[in-house]
């Protein structure tokens, strides 16, 4: 194998030594050269004088590492502060409080009375159904007296063996000031009339309430209530054997049931039932009558019963 040109062959070991570091170095250059940055050049060696001849090469120390920077030193954190000493405010004294005045002395009122307890008291004052009339007329018990066109107290003579019922005065009822005027009028006629055999002229009519509630509704409670002392005087000074209801807003009013428990027409008719104005025989109103004509043969047995309880018999009957 022929010598490498770069390293002259040399019978001393010490030169041959420095001819090989001088060859790595110069190949390290050649790297760094090319862009290798990761190689490190030693540093040059100072020139010495002749070294001794040596049986063998010195050995070579290895260069130190670069030193580190030193990293900032790390202050401790200071102890957090201890939390601030709450002081306990001193319990209120608590201020003596004064007793109450003493109540202020309430003069002795009498309560307002009821309009049904005014309408009682008048209608107690009257002596005759003419006096009762007129009380009737003035009377401002409920809101019905603000839409009425006037009251509509009966129709018949001062005193009647017999008593029809109804609930309230209708629209024509209103205008004419007389009870069972309207389409429902001239049935009860044929009824007192035809069926009884006596002139209507000889019985009394007259309804709960006196005056004709707004598109012919049905009677409140509040307005039967206030009603009814009107109603009551009416019956004592009339004096009826007999009193038919006619309807069940009639009938139920007379016996005293209100509420949820009044009671159905079906359950009322077809018997005499007593209540503190007398014997009671309830029926169909004519205006029932007019729609549902089936409940005509019904009503004519609920008649009859009247009719016996005042010894009157039918009229095919008569001679």
Not at 26 to 35: D, E, N, Q, S, V
Not at 190 to 206: C, L, N
């Amino acid at each position: 194998m022929s010598p490498d040109p770069q390293l002259p062959a040399h019978d001393d070991p010490a030169h041959e030594l420095d001819a090989l570091a001088n060859a790595a170095r110069a190949h390290l250059r050649r790297r760094r050269a090319f862009g290798d940055r990761s190689v490190r050049l030693p540093a040059p060696e100072r020139p010495s004088a002749a070294r001794p001849a040596t049986t063998s090469p010195a050995p070579t120390r290895p260069e130190p590492a670069p030193p580190r920077p030193e990293s900032p030193a790390v202050r401790p954190l200071a102890p957090p502060p201890p939390p601030p000493t709450l002081r306990t405010p001193p319990a209120a004294v608590p201020r003596p409080v004064a007793p109450p005045p003493p109540p202020l002395a309430q003069p002795n009122v009498a309560p307002a009375p009821s309009p049904a307890s005014e309408v009682a008291a008048r209608a107690a004052a009257c002596k005759d159904l003419a006096s009762l009339r007129a009380a009737v007329a003035e009377c401002r018990a409920c809101g019905l007296c603000s839409t009425r066109t006037q009251t509509v107290f009966s129709d018949g003579p001062d005193r009647a063996r017999l008593l029809f019922v109804g609930e309230a005065p209708g629209e024509q009822e209103d205008l004419q000031g007389v009870p069972f005027v309207g389409p429902a009028g001239p049935l009860l006629t044929d009824i007192i009339e035809k069926g009884i055999g006596i002139p209507r002229s000889q019985v009394a009519i007259a309804n709960v309430l006196k005056c004709r509630p707004p598109g012919n509704r049905d009677p409140s409670q509040e307005e039967k209530r206030a009603c009814a002392p009107w109603l009551a005087r009416q019956i004592e000074l009339l004096g009826p054997e007999v009193i038919v209801p006619l309807g069940r807003h009639a009938a139920n009013h007379l016996l005293g049931v209100e509420g949820p428990d009044l009671r159905s027409m079906g359950s009322l008719r077809g018997q005499v039932l007593e209540s503190r104005f007398g014997k009671l025989v309830p029926t169909y109103h004519p205006s029932y009558l007019l729609r549902t004509p089936d409940a005509k043969k019904d009503c004519w047995k609920d008649i009859q019963v009247a009719m016996g309880l005042l010894g009157l018999e039918p009229p095919k009957k008569r001679g």
